[in-house]
């Protein structure tokens, strides 16, 4: 099995920055994508950014030039530095891994952190 921790949210000021972070833990071979949804209230959950083992990152439009998703392969880590934050930022963040573990390739989920803006 799998584990995301993730751990940076809290309340920001309109224009603000957080940084998230993510770490996998377990029975891991091999993270190939891991990424950060957000699900505000009363909304759908929808991915904010992916960041693939090789090849180029993945925005949402509505966070392209003021979020930056990186990772730390050795430290099985994700980050998403979010500055320039707005209201309709607002959400819960949660982190996913597309992973191979013993028992597969499996979709794993950490289980979120709350980011408010604080307008």
């Known amino acids: 099995q799998v584990q995301l921790v993730e751990s940076g949210g809290g309340l920001v000021q309109p224009g603000g920055s957080l940084r998230l972070s993510c770490a996998a833990s377990?029975?891991?071979?091999?993270?190939?994508?891991m990424g950060w949804y957000r699900q505000a209230p009363g909304k759908q959950r929808e991915l904010v950014a992916t960041?693939?083992?090789?090849?180029?990152?993945n925005y949402a439009d509505s966070v392209k030039g003021r979020f930056t998703i990186s990772r730390d392969n050795a430290k099985n880590t994700v980050y998403l530095q979010m500055n320039s934050l707005k209201p309709e930022d607002t959400a819960v963040y949660y982190c996913?891994?597309?992973?191979?573990?013993?028992?597969?390739?499996?979709?794993?989920w950490g289980q979120g952190t709350q980011v408010t803006d604080s307008s």
């Open positions: 960041i693939p083992s090789g090849g180029s990152t």
């Open positions: 377990g029975s891991i071979f091999k993270i190939y994508l």
């Open positions: 996913n891994t597309k992973t191979y573990s013993y028992t597969g390739l499996g979709d794993y």
